[in-house]
């Protein structure tokens, strides 16, 4: 039974540019949700996607958007990165936006 | 809005004995989930073990259980036995229980960094 799978594992970016993030749930998952982790800090939700919706959103400017495909695999996009962009970028899943959430190993993104 | 606090940055424990991880949460709901989860160095967030608010039995999970004081509103975790593979970041989560704005996303304490000496 395949986990949360996400991809790339790491990535370096400059200033200003865009980054897409993927993720692809645990099987018979169809919510994921999207978390930023500084370093040192616990996780900060970004938003939730269900039924290719944005279900719900953190406190993150607009810079920060996303998308859920048919098969309930999720991108999260970042436009205009910042240095304070810099930080592990982890995916999680549940059956159903109520039920216990999944995480999967993150993206490192370093801004530069 | 919902706040948690672990309030021990660092905890070390010698294999084979038993450890204690603080967590205290703020909130004005009476019905919720809280949860803890295990971050080795691989960086995947693991789920150790879930308690429903509502329930007054402290949940175990093998070597792991809880302590639960609702009214505290505290949620320990304790670990017996303790194995080298248990060393890693430890995270408190809070959940609201129903729908509403923001209620199903996971608010994280900052963690505490388990050390296991052999």
């Known amino acids: 039974d395949a986990g949360v799978t996400q991809s790339p594992t790491h990535l370096i970016k400059t200033r200003g540019q865009q980054v897409t993030l993927r993720c692809s749930p645990k099987?018979?998952?169809?919510?994921v949700s999207w978390y930023q982790q500084a370093l040192g800090q616990g996780p900060q939700f970004i938003f939730q996607?269900?039924?290719?919706?944005?279900?719900q959103r953190g406190n993150f400017p607009d810079r920060f958007s996303g998308h859920q495909f048919p098969n309930y695999s999720s991108e999260l996009n970042v436009n205009a990165l910042l240095l304070g962009d810099s930080a592990l970028y982890l995916c999680?899943?549940?059956?159903?936006?109520?039920?216990?959430?999944?995480f999967g190993p993150g993206t490192r993104l370093l801004v530069l | 809005a919902q706040t948690v606090t672990q309030s021990q940055p660092e905890m070390s424990v010698q294999e084979a004995e038993t450890v204690t991880l603080s967590c205290t949460y703020d909130?004005?709901?009476?019905?919720?989930?809280l949860f803890w989860y295990k971050q080795p160095p691989s960086r995947q967030m693991i789920l150790v073990i879930r308690q429903e608010a509502y329930k007054q039995q402290n949940a175990t999970e093998n070597r792991f259980s809880v302590n639960f004081q609702k009214a505290a509103k505290s949620f320990s975790l304790k670990i017996s036995d303790s194995q080298l593979g248990d060393a890693a970041m430890y995270f408190c989560?809070?959940?609201?229980?129903?729908?509403?704005?923001?209620?199903?996303?996971?608010?994280f304490g900052k963690g505490t960094k388990l050390s296991v000496i052999p």
């Open positions: 099987s018979g998952h169809d919510t």
């Open positions: 989560a809070y959940r609201s229980l129903y729908s509403g704005a923001g209620s199903y996303q996971l608010t």
């Open positions: 909130t004005s709901e009476s019905d919720y989930y």
């Open positions: 999680a899943s549940s059956r159903q936006v109520q039920e216990t959430q999944y």
């Open positions: 996607y269900y039924e290719e919706e944005e279900r």
